[in-house]
Each structure stands twice: as C-alpha cells, then as structure tokens.
C-alpha cells in the first residue's frame, strides 16, 4: 500500500515567516517561475519568473484579492476590508489558508497551487456569515500590478480570459470575473473604486482590476476561480476548469515519493524529515536551453551551480529513479567543459552569464574542489568509463593549478591554501576573518585551514582510485601525495594544546577555534583514533539545539546568529553525523536529534540559523539566510546526514559503500 507522503510533509506557517519565499509554488516542475504569498496584510501572491542570482524580492507581478469591497455598512463608501489567517498550511503544489473577514459577513478558504504543469489555479470559497435575514451583497476586487515594465490589457469576454502583455512576456489569467479595467495610476483605479465601478474602456495600464459581484443569503457560498499561466491561455484556461486538484497533487507527488529508496526508518520524525528534504530538492529541479535538465543550487535566491554543492548533487540524484546520475554527469561535464586552459575551475555557474562561471573566475575564487570524489562515486553508479576517461586529465590540471596558485607560490607545505574564505565556501568563519576582509588591523594575503588540508588528501586519495580503475599506473604516485599530504595536516595543522585543527596564517601562527573547518579531517576518516579519541570533548561543545555550531560558543570570533561565525548549517550537520559515524558512533543520536530540530523548526530547509537558539542566521552584510536550498547548505547535506545515521556513509570513496 502506497503512503500519503504528501499529507505527512504538510507544514503549517504563519505571518511570521523570516521569509516568505520559503512557502513556494513553482509554475511548472522544471520552470524558474514560482509564486509566493504576498504580504499577510493582504489576500494574494507574488510572481517571479528571473533567471538572475539575487537576494532581493523583484516579483515580476502581483495578484491581489479582497483588499477592497464595495459598498460598506453605510450602502455609499468604498470598504478597507480587515481580515485575518485563521489557518495556513503548506503541502507540495499547494497552499491552503481560511481567511476570517471581521469588518463584513464573510470567511474565505483559499487554495492555490500548481496541478497542470506551467500554471497555476487559484480557488477562494466565499462563505455568507451572516444572520438571517440579513443577505450579502457587495463587489469584491482583485488587482492585478505588474512591476515589469509597461503592460497592455486585452480581455477576451467570451472566455473570461485576460491577456496582459509586457515587454518580453505574457501573462494569461482566467477567472469568473464580472468586470475588468486597466488604470494608468493607482489613483485612477481608486477613483473608480470610490463609485464601485470599474470602467469598461481601460485597456493600458500596469494595474488591472477585476471585479466580482457577491450576493449570498447567509450559510451559501460562491467560488472564485483564477488560472494563471506565464506559458500560454490554454494553460491558463485549462487550470481555470480544473476538477479535483488535490487528489491530483496528493497522487502525482505520492507516486514519486513512493518511487525513492529510503532507509529503514526507526521512527515517523526521521521519514517525515527525509522527504521533506526531498521535497525542498524536486522544487530546485530546473530546465535550462543551454544546459538540460538540471538540479540548482536555491529557486528563490542563487539561481546555478556551485562548485562545493557536488557531493550533494551526487547523492541525491543517484538515488533518484526519476533522473538518475544524468543530472551529475551534466553538471561535472559543465564545470570541466569551462575549465581554463591553466586549469582553474570557478567557483559557480549562475544561469545568466554568457560564459559560464566568468563572474568568479575574474578573481581567481575556487570552492572547495570536491570534484574528483565526485566524479568516482559517480562512476561507481554507473560504471561510466568514458567519462572518466575525459575527465581524469581535467582533474590533473586543476590539481596542478591548485598546487601552483594555493601553495607553490606561498610557503610550500604539501597543503593548498585560500586566498579568501570565499575559497572554501565557509565564508568568513572566524578564523578566516583576517584572509577576507583584515582582523584587528591585520590583512593576510593567505592561509592554509584544515578543509583545503583535508580536500588535498582527498583529491589525491580519489585519483589514486581513478588511476586504478583507468589503469593507467599513475595509482602509486596519488597515493604517495596523499600520504605526504596526511602527515603534514597532523604535523603543521594539529594543535596539541587545544586538540583540534587550527589553520596556519601567513605569518606561520597556527589559529585554532574549534569549529566547522577542523571537522574535515574527521569527516574525511584521515585522522588517527587516538587524536580522534582527545577531540571528543571539543566535538560535544559543537553539538546544539538546532544542528552543529559552525564555530563553538566561547571561541574567538564567534557570533550566534552571523552566517558561518557560530551558527548550524546542513554542512556542519553533515560533517559531524559522518565524523560520529567514523569516530563516536554512541554519538550519533545526539547529531541527529540535533538535525531533526534544525529541519522542522521552519517550513522548508534553509541554509543556517543559530544552534542554540533556532533564529535564522544573518549574513555579514544583514542579510537573512536563505529557504528552498537544494545543495550542501541545504535539504540535499540534509538528506545526506540522515543517510548516514542510518548506516549509508555518503562521504565514502571505497567503491562498495558508494
């Protein structure tokens, strides 16, 4: 028997959201286009359909219910009308909220979502409160704002079909309207409004009022319908006339849920976080002209791919059936396929660049280059030989151009350097102040951390591996490095006094905070037990409430709710299931419990919030973090971390385990 796994993920939210483009809707499965409640002040949704990586909200248009509604108590003036959200709930293509009007006699049940793909339906049940005999009788409005640029209104009657045109696309929405205006001015249309008539002759105009004649006896109810498509009107039309929806949701997302492997679960908390990761990872699936079908990094803010997300690419799209490994060779053959010719390999690819991953390449930024481990879980999969043929060369140029810019040409250590904390991806973690922006007065032009340590003995173990499977004989050489690479990470790296990785600054001071960038080597396995057996203590001050401190309380630069200086990310989750996994297995429930607050403490999975205290973390700059994140610093790390626990050590190059 199939389970209702779409009813299980269902999240309730309220008004106070950090941000609203966690309780998304896409538009079609694998479209940029997505829909957003718009403030909870009002009755409505925000549309965005840009390609562009962004922190700011720029919805491309707006649609708006029942702000407005004509005549009030006194039978002559336009009402203000004040409503309040009884209920909101969230479930996979589908909002539901019960609207309480307290001004006038109605309630409202609100459904919107995506059943038909590339458009969205909308449905509002008006329910008369009123007492006998007292009947309902007003117009209600909807207004329609579009923010991009100028629009021209063009209405087909006999198909209740509004057609908005803009500057380089269209919007086609179907309701039951009784009338509808374009208005030059938000003061025209208020004009109008103050008469309760909408005129009949606006065509052009960036604001759009449809009005709705409601006249209830009390305890009836009338629906209103809206079907929405940025595609084409027969979408538009198509979900306007669509039965049965949410048995159409709940079936078409239950078929693939119940179509993903998954582990034995030891309770219901676990299975419910595991395919909310999963949902929060198909929201991300996306189809490009340029690149196919692919997975990216965050729907609502970083719109491409990121160098460090691989892992996490890997994982998931390798246990899904409905994609298979497809998605991770693309994305492995798209960062080599615009690999320099000095072997640099960027740092992300966003959407919009004209040559892929040239905004991070203009400064020479990597991130951590997981890509070699990658590529042989990959082959692992998939026995894929000839891929890993074209891409071993590739890997040994970038390799070469790691040892030349992050270490040949600093202090030579058998370790790779950063040139800023951007390099890793743990943008500026507190010990990498100093290489990014300068602390206390001092500005570093390098530093070598435990990840890029840690990520060179990985790089060189993985193509060891390679070289085996190519058999080519150059196996012997990787495996040299590596071990070259391993005994300087304990001999430069480790800090006796404090029992942890430290990271070596350019004046050869060795900083040690105990925090995310020391957990690699753990989570690497390359640690020997007996140091592993002296970190425990400092391991049990990065377990928190919600998640794995990135940096632990009391240490130097740590701040509770800044980004990676001290607050939990999925990565950090992550790096510290395996490395209980590896080292302290009787720590493992702990981690998770840890996880499991961290992913039910909002709707959606965001990148980072406070360990101890759940409050969604701010970047350097203000900026809250990020929902809806597909990668390493979200549901895909997330997803990983629980598949741990349960025995499937995701981080593992040995090829039975991958």
Sequence with gaps: MK????????????????????????????????????EFSSIGY???????????????????????????????????????????????????RKVIFSNTGIEAEEKFGQVIDNSFFWEINLTCKNHPPYIFDRKFYTIISVNAGESKAKV??????????????????????????????????FKDLGKGKIRKDGKEGNHILLGYRVKLRPGESKKLKFGISTYSKEKALKSFRVKNYENKIRNKWNNWFNSLPHPKFSSELDRKAYYKCWWVIKLNYYYDKRYGKTVIEALPVYRGYWQWALPAVQWHTSLNPEVGSSFMKKLLDLFLKYQRKDGYVTHAIYLDEKIPGERWARGNIIQTPHIPWVCLRYYYNTKDIESLKRWYPKLVNYYNYLNK?????????????????????????????????????????????????????????????????????????????????????????????KKW???????????????????????????????????????????????????????????????WRGP???????????????????????????????????????????AGTGEIARGDSGMMATPVVASNVGAGEALGAILVYYGENVFSIKEGEA
Excluded at 18 to 36: H, N, Q
Excluded at 449 to 463: D, L, S, T
Excluded at 466 to 480: A, H, P, T, V
Excluded at 573 to 596: E, F, G, I, Q, T
Aim: aromatic content about 16%.
């Design 3 to 38: 389970e209702d796994v779409w009813k299980l993920v269902k999240e309730d939210f309220d008004e106070k959201i950090p941000r609203r483009t966690a309780i998304l809707i896409k538009e079609g499965d694998c479209s940029p286009s997505f829909a957003y409640p718009a």
């Design 46 to 96: 925000l549309f965005d359909y840009r390609k562009n990586t962004t922190y700011d909200e720029s919805p491309a248009f707006s649609i708006k219910f029942g702000e407005y509604s004509f005549p009030d108590l006194t039978g002559k003036n336009l009402s203000k009308n004040t409503f309040y959200c009884e209920k909101m709930e969230y479930f996979p293509s589908l909002i539901k």
């Design 156 to 189: 087909y009657p006999d198909k209740n079909l509004l057609e908005i045109k803009m500057e380089n696309k269209k919007i086609f929405i179907a309701s039951n309207f009784d009338d509808c205006a374009a208005y030059k001015t938000i003061d025209g249309y």
């Design 405 to 497: 810019s992050r270490d040949e040409n600093f202090l030579r250590l058998h370790l790779w350097a950063i040139i800023t904390s951007y390099d890793t991806g743990i943008d500026t973690t507190s010990a990498f102040q100093r290489v990014t922006y300068g602390e206390n007065g001092k500005k570093e032009k390098f530093c070598y951390p435990a990840i890029f340590a840690a990520e060179r003995c990985r790089y060189e173990q993985a193509m060891g591996k390679i070289s085996g499977i190519l058999r080519n004989k150059e196996e012997g050489f990787w495996f040299k490095e590596a071990e070259v690479t391993k005994r300087q990470v304990d001999n430069i790296l480790w800090d006796k006094k």
């Design 501 to 563: 990785y430290g990271v070596l600054h350019e004046n050869k001071e060795l900083d040690t905070r105990i925090g995310v960038d020391g957990l690699f080597p753990f989570a690497y396995e390359i640690t020997e037990r007996k140091k592993a057996g002296l970190t425990r203590n400092n391991f049990v001050k990065l377990i928190g409430k919600y998640g794995i401190y990135t940096v632990a309380p009391g240490e130097k630069g740590f701040y509770k709710g800044t980004y």
């Design 568 to 610: 939990s990310w999925s990565t950090s989750c992550a790096l510290a299931m395996v490395s209980a996994h590896n080292y302290y297995p009787d720590l493992l429930k702990r981690v998770k419990n840890a996880l499991m607050n961290f992913i039910f403490k909002y709707p959606s999975i965001w990148e980072c919030m406070g």
